[in-house]
């Protein structure tokens, strides 16, 4: 389990008064410090996001961060997200600019432009890589929720922390000039007891983008949520959400066939009731009578643990890297092509380096040669698994501690869980520690300057059951 210095004492996100402690420490002015390499510790900041306190990494500090920790910046060399850099997003001033290959308004009583349809006839488009589809924006807002980073013991999650940690994500990226939060649409953890409050947030949301036909540009939503039914009615499919089960979205005819054209493979691990979640990310705008009508989409399939996967091998490989509570992390491709080898999960916790897993999956025109030759380009181990010469798993590299010595409070980090040694708010704000070195006052601008190239929320794990 993590663990941070404020002030003098340890803290750890799973003990109950966390968030308290963050508050306190932010009123304070106190600088946290993760303590994944040892003693000294890494920097960290606190974010106040809608009311709530979060701990951030500080903009280029991913790589200082033990392999394993929340924070850690995974080598770019390994991810479909280093394709991107300078033209999917750009790092400019407090933000990160994000330039998509779909649209995000259209003109009402029009149908969705044509590059719109082109992207979705090529979901992982090469025309024009450079820039973030559906797709690779949902990768990389999976990465910025640490959603990729599995942290091994103590780790659940739901609706409510894949939410939040999404929302924190958003923040600091902006499409075009406004805040990427303007767009993105999820839906909250709903319960009976306050359906009708989440009903009418929904509503007064919803009925600012109605459409109306006029020469005003027509604004769209994105959504992300889980699939829960997609089912033929009228002159098209009903889409019905979880969380969302008073609101189905409209999908046309002409959307779902090309839905069942590109996505056919999530579509048939949904059908076949794989283990875990389908998630739909897509475009929608919403009628002069309410209703959301979807534009374009994407689906994604997740594990039960909110883990990207594309098969039962993959599948077969988190479910024993979970049961075995290692920590590693799930590599997304982005725009790049199946065919390119790329390694599908990195180890966190063996020794200091990740070790790159490489799974030869039917999907992939990749041969053992291939993927091995890329495998020894890079500077990091690998292990490789065939599931067609070998049905069983091989063996992987086992847990290692890491060996520096400046790291020896890294190597405890999977040992039992840590008690505070704060027993109250009070004495956080009394501590020894040096100010915290905050860029800009006001609490708003303080996230701004300091997220800006942060390059994930380093979310913390265990704050929601
Ligand atoms: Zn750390």
Same mark, same amino acid.
């Given at each position: 389990?993590?663990?941070?210095?404020?002030?003098?004492?340890?803290?750890?996100? $799973?003990?109950?008064?966390?968030?308290?402690?963050?508050?306190? =420490?932010?009123?304070?002015?106190?600088?946290?410090?993760?303590?994944?390499?040892?003693?000294?510790?890494?920097?960290?900041? @606190?974010?106040?996001?809608?009311?709530? /306190?979060?701990? &951030?990494?500080?903009?280029?500090?991913?790589?200082?961060?033990? %392999?394993?920790?929340?924070?850690?910046? !995974?080598?770019?060399?390994?991810?479909?997200?280093?394709?991107?850099?300078?033209?999917?997003?750009?790092?400019?001033?407090? #933000?990160?600019?994000?330039?998509?290959?779909?649209?995000?308004?259209?003109?009402?009583?029009?149908?969705?432009?044509?590059?719109?349809?082109?992207?979705?006839? &090529?979901? *992982?488009?090469?025309? $024009?890589?450079?820039?973030?589809?559906?797709?690779?924006?949902?990768?990389?807002?999976? $990465?910025?929720?640490?959603?990729?980073?599995?942290?091994? &013991?103590?780790?659940?999650?739901?609706?409510?922390?894949?939410?939040?940690?999404? %929302?924190?994500?958003? $923040?600091? &990226?902006?499409?075009?000039?406004?805040?990427?939060?303007?767009?993105?649409?999820?839906?909250?953890?709903?319960?009976?007891?306050?359906?009708?409050?989440?009903?009418?947030?929904?509503?007064?949301?919803?009925?600012?983008?109605?459409?109306?036909?006029?020469?005003?540009?027509?604004?769209?939503?994105?959504?992300?949520?889980?699939?829960?039914? @997609? #089912?033929?009615?009228?002159?098209?499919?009903?889409?019905?959400?979880?969380?969302?089960?008073?609101?189905?979205?409209?999908?046309?005819?002409?959307?779902?066939?090309?839905?069942?054209?590109?996505?056919?493979?999530?579509?048939? !691990?949904?059908?076949?009731?794989?283990?875990?979640?389908?998630?739909? %990310?897509?475009? /929608?705008?919403?009628?002069?009578?309410?209703?959301?009508?979807?534009?374009?989409?994407?689906?994604?399939?997740?594990?039960?643990?909110?883990?990207?996967?594309?098969?039962?091998?993959?599948?077969?490989?988190?479910?024993?890297?979970?049961?075995?509570?290692?920590? /590693?992390?799930?590599?997304?491709?982005?725009?790049?092509?199946?065919?390119?080898?790329?390694?599908?999960?990195?180890?966190?916790?063996?020794?200091?380096?990740?070790?790159?897993?490489?799974?030869?999956?039917?999907?992939?025109?990749?041969?053992?040669?291939?993927?091995?030759?890329?495998?020894?380009? *890079? *500077?990091?181990?690998?292990?490789?698994?065939?599931?067609?010469?070998?049905?069983?798993?091989?063996?992987?590299? =086992?847990?290692?501690?890491?060996?520096?010595?400046?790291?020896?409070?890294?190597?405890?980090?999977?040992?039992?869980?840590?008690?505070?040694?704060?027993?109250?708010? =009070?004495?956080?704000?009394?501590?020894?520690?040096?100010?915290?070195?905050?860029?800009?006052?006001?609490?708003?601008?303080?996230?701004?300057?300091?997220?800006?190239?942060?390059?994930?929320? =380093?979310? @913390?794990?265990?704050?929601?059951?």
């Amino acid at each position: 389990m993590a663990r941070y210095s404020i002030g003098q004492a340890t803290v750890s996100p $799973d003990q109950p008064d966390f968030e308290q402690m963050l508050q306190s =420490a932010y009123n304070s002015k106190l600088r946290p410090n993760c303590l994944c390499v040892g003693a000294s510790g890494v920097p960290m900041y @606190i974010s106040q996001i809608n009311g709530r /306190f979060w701990l &951030k990494r500080m903009p280029d500090t991913g790589r200082q961060h033990a %392999t394993g920790c929340a924070s850690w910046e !995974m080598p770019e060399e390994f991810s479909g997200r280093s394709d991107l850099y300078g033209s999917g997003f750009t790092y400019e001033e407090n #933000e990160v600019k994000l330039r998509l290959n779909f649209p995000l308004s259209r003109r009402g009583g029009q149908s969705p432009p044509p590059t719109a349809k082109a992207n979705a006839e &090529k979901p *992982s488009v090469q025309a $024009d890589g450079k820039r973030l589809t559906l797709r690779s924006l949902l990768h990389y807002l999976w $990465d910025e929720a640490g959603l990729t980073n599995w942290p091994g &013991k103590n780790a659940r999650r739901n609706w409510t922390f894949v939410n939040e940690s999404l %929302t924190i994500a958003a $923040d600091q &990226k902006t499409v075009k000039q406004d805040n990427l939060q303007h767009y993105l649409y999820l839906p909250e953890a709903w319960t009976k007891e306050h359906r009708e409050e989440i009903a009418g947030r929904r509503r007064e949301r919803f009925a600012r983008i109605s459409g109306t036909d006029g020469k005003n540009g027509h604004q769209l939503l994105l959504v992300i949520a889980e699939v829960k039914d @997609i #089912e033929q009615a009228g002159m098209g499919f009903r889409t019905v959400f979880y969380h969302l089960p008073d609101c189905p979205f409209v999908m046309e005819q002409k959307l779902h066939e090309r839905l069942l054209r590109h996505f056919g493979k999530e579509m048939r !691990m949904w059908t076949g009731k794989q283990p875990g979640h389908m998630i739909l %990310t897509g475009t /929608f705008s919403v009628s002069p009578e309410g209703t959301p009508m979807l534009e374009e989409v994407c689906l994604m399939f997740v594990s039960e643990e909110w883990i990207p996967y594309d098969n039962i091998y993959e599948l077969a490989i988190i479910q024993k890297l979970v049961a075995e509570k290692r920590t /590693f992390l799930r590599i997304l491709r982005y725009n790049r092509p199946t065919a390119a080898p790329m390694p599908t999960f990195l180890l966190t916790d063996h020794g200091n380096d990740p070790v790159a897993l490489y799974v030869l999956d039917a999907e992939s025109s990749a041969d053992v040669a291939q993927v091995e030759a890329s495998a020894s380009a *890079s *500077s990091y181990a690998h292990w490789m698994w065939n599931p067609r010469t070998h049905g069983e798993i091989l063996p992987m590299p =086992a847990v290692l501690p890491r060996t520096d010595p400046a790291t020896a409070v890294a190597s405890t980090r999977v040992s039992a869980p840590t008690t505070s040694a704060i027993p109250t708010r =009070a004495t956080l704000s009394g501590g020894f520690a040096q100010p915290v070195n905050q860029p800009i006052p006001a609490p708003q601008t303080t996230a701004q300057a300091e997220t800006l190239a942060s390059a994930s929320a =380093a979310s @913390i794990q265990s704050r929601f059951a």
